[in-house]
């Protein structure tokens, strides 16, 4: 089992940064691939980020390519999303997951956390 807990949200004006933070317990941290979600009201959840296991391999969805940045800390168990420009149409919430794949979809993903809400004002 790995347990995900996500803090770091909040509200920003658009233009703004915000850097969250995925600390992990449980199983071996170092050996999971890692990823951001998000879900806004009324919508899917849809891939943000995700980072390998070592850390060298990332990817992003075109939505946030450029403004969002995704790394880990595997001695301190955390993963990071650095958030800036943001725009009021990122708001949602946030969770991280560790899985399988550097994958872009939910279903790759085992362990999740609760989730932390970022919301963009105009």
């Known amino acids: 089992q790995v347990q995900l807990v996500e803090s770091g949200g909040g509200l920003v004006h658009a233009g703004g940064s915000l850097r969250l933070f995925c600390a992990a317990s449980?199983?071996?941290?170092?050996?999971?691939?890692m990823g951001w979600f998000r879900q806004a009201q009324g919508k899917e959840r849809e891939f943000v980020a995700a980072?390998?296991?070592?850390?060298?391999?990332?990817r992003y969805a075109d939505s946030v390519k450029g403004r969002f940045t995704i790394s880990r800390t595997n001695a301190k168990n955390t993963v990071y999303l650095q958030m800036d420009s943001l725009k009021p149409e990122d708001t949602a919430v946030y969770h991280c997951?560790?899985?399988?794949?550097?994958?872009?979809?939910?279903?790759?993903?085992?362990?999740w956390g609760q989730g932390t809400q970022v919301t963009v004002s105009s």
């Open positions: 980072i390998s296991s070592s850390g060298i391999n990332t």
């Open positions: 449980g199983r071996t941290f170092i050996i999971f691939n």
């Open positions: 997951a560790a899985g399988r794949l550097v994958g872009g979809s939910p279903n790759e993903y085992d362990y």
